[in-house]
């Protein structure tokens, strides 16, 4: 959905940091799940952080805890995935995505299954060895 706008994508080489930003609407970011998820083409969407707003709920899958974060800037209503040491198989277009639940456990579920309300259009990363 239009709603959502992700920006912050690029070329980069292995090893360094990208920050990529979500816009949303007040209302959304303050009441919904929101999430970072990436494809590549012909493979699974894959989920990479989520975070219930209005919460101290986060999640990480553990084989992406040391090098990924997401945060948000609840006045500007933007939502954060900070990547660090980034290599080839970062290469993907990464989305954001809401949901408006009223728990963290709802989110972590929606989460898990993709089942998500909103979608950006994406931003597409591209890691060079």
């Known amino acids: 959905q239009g709603q959502l706008v992700e920006s912050g994508g690029g070329s980069v080489t292995a090893g360094v940091s990208l920050k990529l930003s979500c816009t949303a609407p007040q209302e959304i970011f303050t009441q919904n799940c929101m999430a970072w998820f990436r494809q590549v083409p012909g493979e699974e969407r894959e989920g990479l952080a989520a975070?219930?707003?209005?919460?101290?709920?986060?999640h990480v899958p553990d084989n992406k805890k040391d090098r990924f974060t997401i945060s948000r800037d609840n006045f500007n209503a933007i939502l954060y995935l900070e990547m660090d040491s980034l290599n080839p198989d970062g290469t993907a277009m990464y989305y954001c995505?809401?949901?408006?639940?009223?728990?963290?456990?709802?989110?972590?579920?929606?989460?898990?299954?993709?089942?998500?309300?909103?979608w950006g259009q994406g931003t597409q990363v591209t890691v060079s060895s």
């Open positions: 975070t219930f707003t209005g919460t101290e709920w986060k």
């Open positions: 995505a809401a949901r408006g639940l009223d728990s963290g456990a709802s989110c972590h579920s929606t989460f898990l299954r993709r089942d998500v309300a909103y």
